[in-house]
Each structure stands twice: as structure tokens, then as C-alpha cells.
């Protein structure tokens, strides 16, 4: 079984950063890629960024391209989302998500993600 636990959200200014964690447990990190999404009050959630099992791919939704950046560090079985730049609209809950796969590409697609952490806060004021 796999285990995701994130951390680092919280409340900031707008023009301020965050730095999100995703802790996992459970099986060999390096046999996933990893994936950011977040959900704002009455929305649905939303792909926000993802990083393939090496590390060297990533993909993110055009929303965040240039302040947000994903990465992973395999040796602390750790995935993190640098946020920069926050904007009011960035409020959310944001969540991690594990992909077991071969190829691991780091996919948006919402339902190819085996397992989902339970969410941290994120909230942005103007």
C-alpha cells in the first residue's frame, strides 16, 4: 500500500511563495511518476504540474508555466511544488498523486493516477 502525505501549504500574500512536500511510503518512489493537482471551492480539480520517474520530464497546466516548478528527489522519496508568484486564483486544495508505470510519463490525466494524498490548503490573498 502506498502512502502519500503532503505538507506545506498555508496562507500568503499574493507575490509570495510556498513550497509543497509529498511525502511517500509504501513501495519504491522511483517506480512512479508524480503528479500536483488542486481544487478551489465549487471547481473541479485541475491538473497542475507532474514529473516522470526519472525526474528529467515534466509537464505543467499552462496556468502555472513559469511560476510553479515540480520536482522529486528520489533518495527522500520525496516530491515537491515550488510555487512562485501566487495569485489569488491559485487558492486551493492541493494534492499529490502517485502513477505506478512503466514508461512513467508524467501524465495530466487525472485517472491514470493510482494514489492520492488527502490534500493541503493553499490560500492566496490580494
Known amino acids: 500500500q502506498v502512502q502519500l502525505v503532503e505538507s506545506g501549504g498555508g496562507m500568503v500574500q499574493a507575490g509570495g511563495s510556498l513550497r509543497l512536500s509529498c511525502a511517500v511510503s509504501?513501495?519504491?518512489?522511483?517506480?512512479?511518476?508524480m503528479g500536483w493537482f488542486r481544487q478551489a471551492p465549487g471547481k473541479e480539480r485541475e491538473f497542475v504540474a507532474a514529473i516522470n520517474r526519472g525526474g528529467d520530464t515534466t509537464n505543467y497546466a499552462d496556468s502555472v508555466k513559469g511560476r510553479f516548478t515540480i520536482s522529486r528527489n528520489n533518495a527522500k522519496n520525496t516530491a515537491y511544488l515550488q510555487m512562485n508568484s501566487l495569485k489569488p486564483e491559485d487558492t486551493a486544495v492541493y494534492y499529490c498523486a502517485a502513477r505506478f508505470s512503466v514508461t512513467g510519463a508524467a501524465t495530466a490525466t487525472q485517472t491514470r493516477y493510482d494514489y492520492w494524498g488527502h490534500g493541503t490548503q493553499v490560500t492566496v490573498s490580494s
Open positions: 509504501g513501495r519504491t518512489f522511483s517506480y512512479y511518476a
